[in-house]
């Protein structure tokens, strides 16, 4: 022992080591923690079973009145005649916007315990440090999109005529894009703050009115004011939304999925390059 | 490698461009030492220990480690370097085992290199046993031991230890000195510290150095720092009536006599030997003494003499206050 403890530490480290070790310290606590794993499945359930069941739409069209047929209303509407389908893929964005938000505050935490000095004071690059906290939050949410996906099925998701499993790739790499984006600019709100208060509020005061104006739970052609739809679309939430629409239960339209992947394509590389940018200034200092 | 294991140059940190924390510093660390920073909260100990250890950039001045310089190569000084930091940092959710190699991972430990060395470092802080017990249930000085082999991993030449016995009970405290010792003593490693407790910078520190409002006041070894107060103070009563302040003063390493109401107060170098001779001086023509106290003066009153009061607790930031309280509270587990 005195011997090896005399040796000088011989083993230098490439750029990103320590990535994965960090990102799994942060989703070791969620996996290996049963309370917490089972609620983050067990609430996609309660939200589909109850929100999603509870507006029950189809309901509100009269089926007396001569010509009006409540299925192809809703199509015209929704782009699908069952609104289920419609807006259990708008929880799946909901989710990812949460989830992100949420997993972010652990940054708070690691700044009072101390144990963002000490990651500091490793040969660990304080690029992976960012990177691990934005990886985690990212796989954590596109987990949580899988169990969506699965419990919207069991409850009735009706899929697109071209559904494929290849499809379900393509909505990972959405939720990929969209998380890494999000959570790149919320970690570099946390990382600032001491006291988990500041965060929360910012989250408090964004998160909702970024889902109600977006596609996720209405259509934008159908809202009331047109300042409303300009927020709407230009809102990332609702790319991200229409691009799973589209892989999931649309008949697909391959113009309008690769302008969604675009748009939250470049949303995710600026989103995350500031955000990035603005931590390393942080950490730096 | 050069003796000298730190060396800082006017190392200063001003942070938002008024607030001063440290104050153009110089002092040198030399190979095979334990050297204290001794000072009240907020006197800058905390952010000297940052900087040297490459999380916070110097504003002005600068510093080497291990022949590194802290802003130029600060990634060869942390691949050299250990750090336990004063709070409790290890993850409660992971067991002792999982802290400790992902401390290693950090530091691009193969794996298997990092579970040999993870295993010595359980035994030598004595949580072999406790390895897979999530830290949770650890008490204060388990803790401290678990941050102590986190900052070991890297087989470190120099390690920083910020406030190490910071809320322990005495007993751990004294056992996680001992810990440090062994470092120094069987692995010849040069350790630096800071410490808002006295006694422990006086039984630890081979050096202090004495930091206040960011300056660095005095630094020397605990010994010569106490002395330089003009030594012990023997008080002593005899039970004749006369004044014996001429014939004390004759004695050797007798400094200054003072006779104050039948007693005397005699300041004196090496108080232990020359309490004895004063005794055998004064048996020696007839004189017979009935009281005799010895007092070396301890570095309390170093501390007093060169800050001007004693240390004190206020002045520090909201956050820095609460990460303390934090430790404490978890220390007391």
């Not at chain 1, 994965?20 to 089972?38: D, G, S």
């Not at chain 1, 999925?257 to 600026?270: N, S």
């Not at chain 2, 600068?62 to 190569?73: E, M, P, R, T, W």
Request: proline share 3%; net charge neutral; charged share 20%.
């Amino acid at each position: 022992m005195s011997e090896g403890m005399n040796e000088l530490n011989e083993h230098r480290a490439g750029k990103l080591h320590g990535l994965w070790a960090l990102t799994n310290r942060e989703l070791k606590k969620w996996y290996k923690a049963p309370v917490i794993f089972i609620l983050s499945i067990v609430q996609p359930i309660l939200w589909m079973g109850l929100l999603g069941k509870a507006l029950n739409i189809g309901s509100l069209i009269p089926t007396n009145i001569p010509g009006v047929d409540p299925k192809v209303v809703l199509l015209q509407t929704f782009g699908t005649s069952d609104y289920f389908s419609f807006m259990s893929v708008g929880m799946i964005a909901f989710t990812a916007l949460f989830t992100t938000m949420f997993s972010g505050m652990s940054v708070v935490w690691d700044r009072r315990l101390g144990f963002l000095n000490k990651a500091l004071s490793t040969p660990v690059s304080r690029a992976v440090i960012i990177f691990s906290k934005v990886l985690s939050a990212t796989l954590r949410s596109m987990f949580q999109a899988g169990v969506i996906i699965l419990v919207a099925v069991a409850f009735g998701l009706v899929f697109g005529p071209h559904f494929t499993l290849l499809n379900l790739l393509g909505v990972f790499a959405m939720m990929f894009l969209v998380c890494v984006g999000l959570s790149s600019i919320f970690i570099a709100i946390t990382i600032r703050s001491t006291r988990i208060e500041t965060p929360m509020a910012v989250v408090n005061l964004i998160n909702l009115p970024l889902m109600f104006a977006s596609n996720a739970f209405f259509p934008i052609a159908k809202m009331p004011y047109d300042w409303l739809k300009a927020i709407a679309n230009v809102n990332p939430l609702s790319y991200t939304t229409d691009a799973v629409r589209q892989l999931l239960i649309y008949d697909t339209n391959w113009g309008q999925l690769g302008l969604d992947f675009a748009y939250v394509g470049v949303f995710a590389v600026v989103v995350a390059t500031i955000g990035i940018v603005l931590s390393w200034r942080f950490l730096t200092k | 490698m050069s003796e000298e294991v730190i060396k800082t140059e006017g190392l200063t940190k001003v942070f938002n461009h008024h607030l001063t924390a440290v104050d153009h510093v110089n002092f040198s660390v030399k190979h095979g030492e334990i050297f204290g920073f001794l000072g009240p909260n907020g006197a800058g100990k905390t952010t000297t220990i940052n900087m040297l250890i490459t999380i916070l950039k110097p504003t002005e001045g600068k510093a080497s480690v291990l022949g590194f310089d802290i802003a130029k190569q600060d990634n060869d000084v942390r691949n050299v370097i250990g750090v336990v930091p004063q709070e409790y940092t290890a993850d409660e959710d992971l067991t002792g085992l999982e802290n400790i190699l992902l401390c290693a991972d950090m530091y691009g430990i193969p794996r298997g290199a990092a579970k040999e060395r993870a295993a010595d470092l359980l035994r030598l802080v004595e949580l072999t046993e406790f390895k897979d017990k999530r830290v949770q249930t650890f008490s204060g000085g388990m803790r401290r031991r678990l941050e102590l082999a986190c900052g070991l991993i890297n087989r470190p030449k120099l390690l920083f230890l910020d406030e190490p016995t910071l809320g322990l009970d005495v007993q751990t405290r004294t056992a996680t000195w001992n810990y440090i010792r062994t470092l120094k003593k069987e692995y010849g490693m040069t350790l630096f510290m800071t410490t808002h407790y006295l006694e422990e910078a006086d039984t630890l520190c081979d050096r202090v150095a004495i930091i206040d409002h960011g300056k660095i006041i005095v630094v020397g070894t605990p010994e010569d720092l106490k002395h330089s107060l003009g030594g012990d103070v023997i008080t002593l009563a005899i039970k004749e009536d006369a004044d014996v302040s001429e014939l004390i003063k004759k004695v050797d390493n007798v400094k200054d006599v003072k006779k104050e109401d039948g007693s005397y107060r005699i300041k004196a170098e090496i108080g232990e030997v020359t309490a004895p001779s004063i005794i055998e001086t004064l048996r020696k023509k007839g004189y017979t003494v009935t009281k005799l106290s010895l007092t070396e003066p301890t570095l309390n009153e170093v501390y007093l003499e060169f800050t001007g009061r004693s240390l004190r607790d206020a002045e520090e930031s909201r956050e820095a206050f609460a990460a303390q309280r934090m430790t404490m509270r978890r220390a007391r587990q």
